[in-house]
């Protein structure tokens, strides 16, 4: 058995995961049955609800199941069974964990149903410490360059919570964004920009993008901090000025909810699981107490350290 602090959460796993804060064997760190938040465990998880007619099919080989209280997913072969935001069931299938994308299912799908099930808010963004003590996330589509813009981040001396998935909770009061582990996804593009060292990364590919995961526990922020903002990077071409000076907007009003809706992450889950109304009142409060911004950035030649200084200077609150 493995233990972990993933999202805030602790977990005890049967499976290793590599990439999560620390791999400790039982004899090193007692745990007591039914102490942790969230239990991994290997088991049989049934394939038949895959002809459910309310199996949502995103790819050939990426399809799922949402009830109340109960979500089954199927990765590329790997099936799960997820419930009552304490249990995920892995089913290997035959197929091997080597080589596999299985700990980035764990880490990311996986534990976004979990937090859903909890009360919790996935969203899609990395999460940076100010100097203020507080977070704000970095969020965009895919290719917006969130990667680039933590890196450049990191370089000038920040703290991250999270990279690709930001979890925060309202059980303060107040929005508050919870560390995830401590390792970062970085393009093979940002890397040879940036010149990042590679010692001891991990190559992957996803997204269709080949990506290095990077673990550096020095450059991680392991504590919850209160959210300040929302950073939505939004790259644009504009006629005849494609190289143009990159700009923070403030967002205010419903257009702060839209932005803040339009960046949960997963959110094919969150229409199969439905918006009850006491996650429509917190996400309504999350968007009142955070500050928005929108940063207007052009779709090439995208100056990322002026960026990154913009978002310091404009959104670091």
Not at 164 to 169: A, I, K
Not at 293 to 316: H, N, S, W
Request: proline letters at 6%.
């Amino acid at each position: 058995m493995y233990h972990y602090r993933l999202y805030g959460l602790a977990t005890a796993s049967q499976i290793l995961i590599p990439d999560a804060e620390s791999a400790v064997p039982d004899s090193d760190v007692p745990l007591v049955s039914g102490e942790a938040d969230v239990s991994i465990a290997l088991g049989d998880v049934p394939a038949d609800w895959a002809d459910d007619p309310g199996t949502v099919k995103l790819t050939d080989d990426w399809c799922f199941l949402a009830s109340p209280g109960r979500f089954l997913m199927d990765c590329q072969g790997f099936r799960f069974d997820i419930s009552g935001g304490s249990q995920i069931t892995v089913d290997l299938n035959g197929l091997p964990i080597e080589g596999s994308h299985l700990h980035t299912y764990i880490l990311g799908s996986a534990f976004g149903v979990v937090c859903l099930q909890r009360g919790l808010l996935p969203i899609h963004g990395a999460a940076v410490e100010t100097d203020q003590g507080t977070a704000i996330i970095i969020t965009g589509h895919t290719g917006s360059g969130k990667s680039a813009i933590l890196s450049a981040l990191v370089d000038q001396g920040r703290r991250y919570l999270s990279d690709d998935v930001t979890v925060v909770s309202m059980k303060s009061g107040a929005p508050t964004a919870l560390p995830a582990y401590p390792q970062r996804k970085i393009a093979a593009q940002t890397v040879e920009e940036r010149s990042v060292s590679l010692a001891g990364a991990i190559p992957i590919h996803e997204d269709g993008r080949d990506k290095f995961a990077i673990r550096n526990t020095s450059e991680w922020a392991g504590e919850a901090l209160p959210l300040a903002a929302m950073v939505e990077l939004r790259p644009v071409k504009r006629e005849g000025e494609p190289y143009f000076t990159p700009e923070v907007k403030k967002i205010t009003g419903h257009a702060s909810l839209n932005l803040l809706m339009r960046n949960l992450y997963r959110r094919r889950f969150w229409e199969s699981i439905g918006l009850p109304p006491e996650r429509m009142k917190q996400l309504l409060e999350i968007a009142s107490a955070t500050n928005m911004y929108q940063v207007i950035r052009p779709a090439e030649g995208f100056p990322v350290d002026d960026t990154a200084m913009l978002i310091a200077e404009k959104c670091f609150v």
